[in-house]
C-alpha cells in the first residue's frame, strides 16, 4: 500500500516539475528579443515538458492517491482484498451483462470498468469497481438516436446460499425511462413494488421465488443513507448493486499536499449496507 510519506514525497517532485514551466516560457519571452528561433525553440520545449512530463506525472499521482484511499479505507473492510486500477477486478462486461440490471450497448467503450476491488467478507465474495456503461435510446419511433452514459460504483456479493430468486429492483430514475422499458419488456413488473418504497419498480423472471424477508428494510436503509439512485439485482446466489453517481474514484487537488485525513475519507461507506443486506438475505444476524 502506497504511504502518505510516498505520497507527500511525489507530490512535491511533481511541484517541482510544475515550476519548471514557466520558467521556460520566461526564457522564451527573454529570447524572442535576442533570437526568435531559440525563442520558438524554448517555447516548444515548454510545451513538450507540460504535455509529456508534467501532464504524466500528475495523473500518475492523482491515481496512486486514490489508490491509497480506496487501500485505506474500503480494502480494509474486506479479508484479503485485491485492488486492480486499471479495469473492474473480477468485475467484468459478462458479470455487468449477466446480472440483467443495467443495459450496455455491445461496442467499445460500450461498458468502462475502472479501479476494481476483490475481497470477501465472512465466507462472501465481495467485488466492487466503478463503471460507466454507454446507452442509446429514442424518444419516438425512428426518432434521433440520444447517447446516454450511466456512472456509478457497481458493487457484486456471492451469498453462501440459493435465494431461488431472479429479480431486479431499480430506482425510477436509475437511467431514461425509454431504455428501462425497453430493457425491462420481456419481465413481470410487480404490483406491490410500492412496499420497497414509491421511487423503486420491481421487475421478476416468471419462476422467480419471493424476495427473502428482511430484504426491503435493508432496503429502505440503504437508500436512506445513500445519496446515489439504486439498482439492485438478486439472482440466485449472487446480489448485484449498483449506485449511479456514487464513485471509488474522487477528484484529488494538486493545490495542496495529500493529508492523513485525505487517504482516510472513506468514498463507499454504502458497502456496509450492503453487506448487512447480504447478511439479511442469508438469514444471518
Known amino acids: 500500500m502506497t504511504t502518505l510519506d510516498t505520497l507527500k514525497k511525489q507530490y512535491s517532485a511533481t511541484r517541482r516539475i510544475l515550476w519548471v514551466y514557466p520558467v521556460l516560457l520566461i526564457a522564451a519571452a527573454v529570447l524572442i528579443f535576442i533570437n526568435s528561433y531559440a525563442a520558438f525553440a524554448m517555447l516548444g520545449i515548454a510545451v513538450l515538458v507540460q504535455i509529456f512530463v508534467f501532464r504524466r506525472l500528475q495523473k500518475k499521482y492523482q491515481s496512486d492517491v486514490a489508490g491509497a484511499i480506496v487501500e485505506n479505507t474500503v480494502c480494509k473492510k474486506l479479508e484479503s482484498a485485491k485492488y486492480t486500477p486499471a479495469d473492474g477486478g473480477a468485475m467484468s462486461p459478462e458479470t455487468v451483462k449477466a446480472a440483467v440490471l443495467l443495459p450496455y450497448r455491445d461496442e467499445k467503450g460500450g461498458c468502462l470498468l475502472k479501479m476494481g476491488i476483490d475481497g470477501s467478507e465472512d465466507g462472501r465474495r465481495v467485488s466492487l469497481c466503478d463503471a460507466t456503461l454507454l446507452q442509446r435510446f429514442q424518444l419516438v419511433k425512428n426518432g434521433k438516436s440520444r447517447v446516454h452514459f450511466v456512472s456509478g460504483c457497481l458493487i457484486r456479493v456471492q451469498l453462501k446460499s ?105 468514498p463507499m461507506p454504502e458497502l456496509a449496507y450492503i453487506i448487512r443486506m447480504a447478511k439479511a438475505i442469508d438469514n444471518e444476524k
Open 162 to 266: 440459493d435465494t431461488g430468486c431472479d429479480r431486479q429492483i431499480v430506482d425510477k430514475d436509475l437511467m431514461p425511462t425509454p431504455v428501462r422499458l425497453e430493457y425491462y419488456s420481456s419481465r413481470i413488473e410487480e404490483d406491490d413494488a410500492s412496499a420497497l418504497g414509491e421511487s423503486f419498480i420491481s421487475y421478476k423472471s416468471p419462476d422467480s421465488a419471493p424476495l427473502p424477508a428482511g430484504f426491503a428494510k435493508q432496503l429502505g436503509l440503504l437508500a436512506a443513507y445513500t445519496p446515489g439512485k439504486i439498482g439492485i439485482s438478486l439472482r440466485s446466489n449472487t446480489l448485484t448493486v449498483f449506485l449511479r453517481d456514487r464513485f471509488l474514484a474522487r477528484p484529488i487537488s494538486f493545490s495542496k499536499a495529500p493529508t492523513q485525513q485525505l487517504i482516510d475519507f472513506d
